[in-house]
């Protein structure tokens, strides 16, 4: 098979890996039961790390999709200070034994929120004369990565400095990075996913399966909400539930091999479980009536 289905913290709320609001087992296992093959790490730790994580993950036969790390690639020495924390992140995702490189656990490169777009602005984001500096970083994040022998995506994502269509195609012109195309991130910021899928498609090694809607996104913005906001309005709701064409993204798939990993975000507090573990145990039901 050359597509697997992961699910991820996000959706329960989880972003630090202390004072989660699920334990770890207990997310594994329920997700593992609702028919997922794999994890994405969330907040470093919070899965544990070496033998910790390995024995979590064989428990349930439950692969590491990647993680997030998001690092100051507009500034250089908040880059140089970010570095070590993509180190502890590397070790963590090479120390999980994989047998079909396909499905290793892909670095998910990102820019930690810009103010301004966190906030809802319609800002600028990086003038051209920045650009050189800030591929140049992402590369040298990217090359780190492959240095441990992991290939790394970057994940472009609303509320940072790379968010649009257009700045993602700036960032693949000037790195070889690979992508980690995210279909809700990209539709709330104007792209369309199938298209990206038709045009970035050689350089996309990993797929944040997303619904969302613009509706609620305006809804909120128009009221002066913030992303946080966006979030806990619904503007990322259960598969099928929203506005992005995902059965045009799964026909765009063709051979695209790896982890197609589900994520619907949430807020980061107040969170119903239930509804929670409900929900994904519907998007994987989703996918099973649409072929995956």
Known sequence: MSIKVANAPVNFGIYRADGAPLDADAMLGALAGAGYDGI?????????????????????GMGLAGGWVDLRYEDAGGFAADLAGLDAALAVFASVPVADG??????????????????????????????????????????RCRDHGLEPVFHHHLGTLVETSEEVERLLELTDVSLCLDTGHLWLAGGDPVTALREWGGRIRQVHLKDASREARDRVRASGGDLAA????????????????????????????????????????????GRALADQRANRAWLHAHGL
């Open 40 to 60: 994405d790490s969330g907040p470093i730790g919070y899965l544990g790390t070496g033998a910790e994580l390995r024995e979590r993950l064989a428990r349930t």
């Open 102 to 143: 396909r499905f290793a656990p892909r670095p998910t490169l990102a820019c930690p929120a810009h103010p301004a777009r966190f906030a809802g602005g319609d800002v600028p984001g990086l003038p051209g004369e920045a650009w050189a500096g800030f591929a140049a970083r992402v590369q040298r994040a990217a090359d």
């Open 230 to 273: 966006v979030v806990a309005g619904g503007a990322f709701p259960a598969l099928g539930a929203g506005e992005v064409d995902l059965a045009g993204v799964l026909d765009g798939l063709g051979g695209y091999e790896g982890w197609l990993v589900v994520e619907q975000d949430v807020p980061g507090s107040g969170q119903d479980l």
